[in-house]
């Protein structure tokens, strides 16, 4: 209800790159030669730093493994370039495009760098947040059905006592809440979509909504359970979350900004 397997070149989110830039390239060390070619261990620093921002654990033996799959690329790579692929127009136009992949990495790792967010910034970034989550969360239970006449029908035999878990197990779309009966966890208003906050905050506790709610999902029928109020993560528990939050906000600004001065024909 509530509405950035990774490989070796997937792109990295915010909260990844800002990682990737605490990586220290060892130029000068070889991980191993193949048929005499090098392969430097700054290649195997990189992809481990870049797994450990993703939540991967860097051990020997993850390590030992990522070093054998290298080596294995590697004596791949060079039969390939004896057999001429690398001269296939295919191969050139994945290869342009894992470059320009790899620049507008480089670009975001760089724009982090050079653009800091001060303390001022999260702080003031923490009181927003706060005002947007409010002071109280809601516990409730939801159906989702397609069409208003649904929704209607489902009020209706809620109001004659019908079980509210049973029709939710039966009718709701929402396969995320029908196997628990409809049941929500526990979230602030501004956790949901609009207008479905905007009715379970005018709900009394134990009420059912009269009326269908409608929002992008479909129909909702919409029972408040309890309320109570909303404890708000301390700011330093929070902090490199809200450094993300700042960071995206000003790189999507920063990229409009670059659209709207190119040339596109």
Do not use: C
């Not at 294995?72 to 191969?91: S, Y």
């Amino acid at each position: 209800m509530h509405f950035m397997k990774f490989t070796r070149l997937a792109a990295l989110g915010i909260s990844g790159l800002i990682a990737a830039t605490t990586v220290q390239a060892q130029t000068g060390s070889t991980m191993a030669k193949v048929n005499g070619t090098p392969i430097p261990q700054s290649r195997l620093e990189f992809i481990m730093k870049a797994r450990a921002s993703q939540g991967q654990p860097d051990t020997p033996e993850a390590r030992k493994a990522l070093r054998e799959d290298l080596i294995t690329e590697e004596v791949i790579a060079q039969e390939a370039k004896k057999k001429g692929l690398d001269r296939d127009p295919d191969f050139i136009t994945q290869l342009d495009m894992a470059r320009q992949t790899a620049m507008v990495r480089a670009y975001q790792i760089d724009y982090i760098k050079n653009h800091p967010v001060s303390d001022e910034e999260l702080h003031k970034e923490y009181e927003t947040v706060k005002t947007q989550m409010g002071d109280k969360e809601y516990k409730a239970h939801h159906i989702l059905v397609a069409t208003e006449e649904e929704a209607k029908d489902i009020i209706a035999k809620l109001k004659k006592g019908a079980k509210f878990d049973k029709l939710a197990g039966e009718k709701s779309l929402d396969t995320g809440s029908k196997s628990k009966g409809g049941e929500l966890d526990w979230s602030p208003a501004a956790s949901y979509v609009q207008p479905f906050a905007e009715a379970l905050t005018k709900l009394h506790k134990g009420q059912l909504t009269d009326q269908p709610v409608k929002t992008p999902f479909g129909w909702h029928v919409i029972r408040l359970d309890d309320v109570r109020p909303l404890k708000i993560p301390p700011f330093e528990e929070i902090k490199q979350n809200l450094a993300q939050r700042v960071l995206q906000r000003q790189f999507a600004a920063s990229v409009n900004d670059l659209r709207s001065k190119a040339k596109v024909e």
